[in-house]
């Protein structure tokens, strides 16, 4: 098995998934790769990369004797044979999908395990662990979703409020009307508002070069949502599906409205306390991660064939207020889902409400959503409950089943996982939950449909 495989330079330009490397990124990995060379050195990648599939496959045979210049230490821990398929799965996401590294916990009535893949820092060779802090994207909304069916429970707002009685004047224009909105549609993504990640403008800022330029940049809810405001709305209220940012962006707001204060101190007063997630926190403008944190390698969105890969550890995340802005670790994704899914942080109201789902378009990753959380039909006739974020660096996914008997969460340090190979990132789920061998023909094809590609930010 390739767990906690510890990278050579060969695998390095694995991990780099046929790109073009930055300079920066390329003598950190050990490339020497001037700017006059970068179609030398991308060839050189591209060699490396087939040496390190070849040893990848030798060593997934039990081979010890390694033919090459390829050469492996550190070689990973033998999982319970209950999770070796998913081991397989995390392998594959270095091997195969060509991502730097991945770190997983499962929880099942067996007690809890965890595996890694590849690295935490392609350039010191560090493996991911268990411990590691990351940004866990659009996770976030799971948690502000809760909040805000803890405040239905309360009797502080109904879901059927108009996002007009809350933010009176504030969603109007172009076609959009706040007064047609309700807080179960923002919630459910069934709101038709515009995503803002879509606008052109904003793209210009988080996507690429603007990236490098603005990283550390504050944005205000407000200003935000006057780049959604530019756009007509994506459909009525409640005639159709789609995901979008914008809407838990207008969540977080009324939740400031109905109690106060912010969603952040919310959410920390009802989730993060009682449940004793420590490590779990919203940065505000503080752009660092904590240790231990994995390197966040990113191609920015870039959708090129060799886009660069660039350090985008340390980012500032208020554009993504109340939509992706978190920062955890897969023990504390591990138990708020637990909690969750248990029943102990909603009425049974309330959960069955969260759980009251909406279908999404044919040949996305996931088939249902309800309140902040996504629903995934897997092969073995489950469904299993929870949500993924994709951000700068950093894909995370955290699901489990209803009852919580069963809880995964990962999480990914490279961000360009596309649809050739998206089924690698749900063999993880199928692995876990299923029991089925990754790489086997999946009984669902995933289009990377724009309402929930893991190549854009969400």
């Given at each position: 098995m390739l767990g906690r495989l510890l990278l050579t330079e060969s695998h390095a330009a694995r991990a780099a998934g046929g790109a073009t490397l930055s300079p920066s990124i390329a003598r950190s990995w050990g490339l020497r790769m001037h700017?006059?060379?970068?179609?030398?050195?991308?060839?050189?990648?591209?060699?490396?990369?087939?040496?390190?599939?070849?040893?990848?496959?030798?060593?997934?045979?039990?081979?010890?004797?390694?033919?090459?210049?390829?050469?492996?230490?550190?070689?990973?821990?033998?999982?319970?044979?209950?999770?070796?398929?998913?081991?397989?799965?995390?392998?594959?996401?270095v091997t195969k999908a060509g991502l730097p590294g991945v770190a997983a916990l499962a929880r099942d009535q067996n007690g809890t395990w965890s595996g890694t893949a590849g690295v935490a820092d392609l350039d010191t060779g560090r493996e991911r662990v268990a411990a590691d802090h990351f940004r866990a994207a659009s996770v976030t909304k799971t948690f502000l979703a809760t909040v805000m069916l803890q405040l239905e429970a309360e009797g502080a707002l109904r879901l059927d409020d108009s996002v007009e009685r809350w933010l009176p004047g504030v969603i109007r224009g172009n076609g959009n009307d706040g007064r047609r909105i309700s807080v179960r549609q923002l919630l459910q993504q069934t709101s038709g508002l515009f995503n803002f990640a879509e606008d052109p403008e904003l793209r210009k800022l988080y996507a690429g070069a603007g990236f490098l330029d603005h990283r550390y940049d504050t944005f205000?809810?407000?200003?935000?949502?006057?780049?959604?405001?530019?756009?007509?709305?994506?459909?009525?209220?409640?005639?159709?599906?789609?995901?979008?940012?914008?809407?838990?962006?207008?969540?977080?707001?009324?939740?400031?409205?109905?109690?106060?204060?912010?969603?952040?101190?919310?959410?920390?007063?009802?989730?993060?306390?009682?449940?004793?997630?420590?490590?779990?926190?919203?940065?505000?403008?503080?752009?660092?991660?904590?240790?231990?944190?994995?390197?966040?390698?990113?191609?920015?969105y870039v959708q090129a064939p060799h886009a660069e890969v660039h350090d985008a550890t340390e980012y500032n995340t208020t554009m993504w207020a109340g939509s992706a802005d978190l920062v955890s670790t897969t023990g504390d994704l591990k138990h708020f889902l637990t909690a969750l899914l248990h029943g102990d942080l909603?009425?049974?109201?309330?959960?069955?409400?969260?759980?009251?789902?909406?279908?999404?378009?044919?040949?996305?990753?996931?088939?249902?959503?309800?309140?902040?959380?996504?629903?995934?039909?897997?092969?073995?006739?489950?469904?299993?409950?929870?949500?993924?974020?994709?951000?700068?660096?950093?894909?995370?996914?955290?699901?489990?089943?209803?009852?919580?008997?069963?809880?995964?969460?990962?999480?990914?340090?490279?961000?360009?996982?596309?649809?050739?190979?998206?089924?690698?990132?749900q063999d993880v789920m199928e692995a876990e939950f299923c029991g089925r061998k990754p790489g086997t023909t999946s009984p669902r094809k995933y289009t990377g449909l724009p309402a929930s590609d893991m190549t854009r930010p969400h």
């Open positions: 700017s006059r060379t970068v179609r030398s050195g991308a060839r050189r990648v591209r060699a490396r990369l087939r040496a390190y599939a070849a040893m990848a496959a030798s060593l997934a045979l039990g081979v010890t004797a390694l033919a090459g210049p390829a050469h492996a230490t550190g070689v990973g821990h033998h999982p319970p044979v209950r999770h070796q398929l998913t081991q397989e799965a995390l392998d594959r996401l205000a809810p407000e200003d935000v949502l006057k780049a959604v405001l530019r756009h007509r709305p994506l459909f009525e209220p409640g005639s159709g599906w789609a995901y979008s940012n914008t809407n838990y962006l207008v969540a977080g707001m009324i939740v400031d409205k109905v109690t106060g204060h912010s969603y952040r101190d919310e959410i920390e007063r009802r989730i993060l306390r009682p449940l004793r997630l420590g490590e779990t926190y919203f940065p505000g403008t503080d752009p660092s991660l904590p240790a231990p944190h994995p390197i966040a390698y990113s191609k920015l909603l009425p049974p109201t309330q959960m069955r409400a969260m759980l009251q789902s909406a279908h999404v378009p044919e040949g996305a990753l996931f088939n249902r959503y309800g309140l902040g959380l996504m629903g995934r039909d897997l092969s073995c006739g489950i469904t299993v409950w929870g949500h993924d974020g994709s951000l700068h660096g950093s894909l995370t996914h955290v699901s489990g089943t209803v009852g919580s008997r069963h809880v995964l969460a990962f999480n990914i340090n490279g961000d360009w996982l596309t649809q050739q190979t998206a089924q690698n990132y």
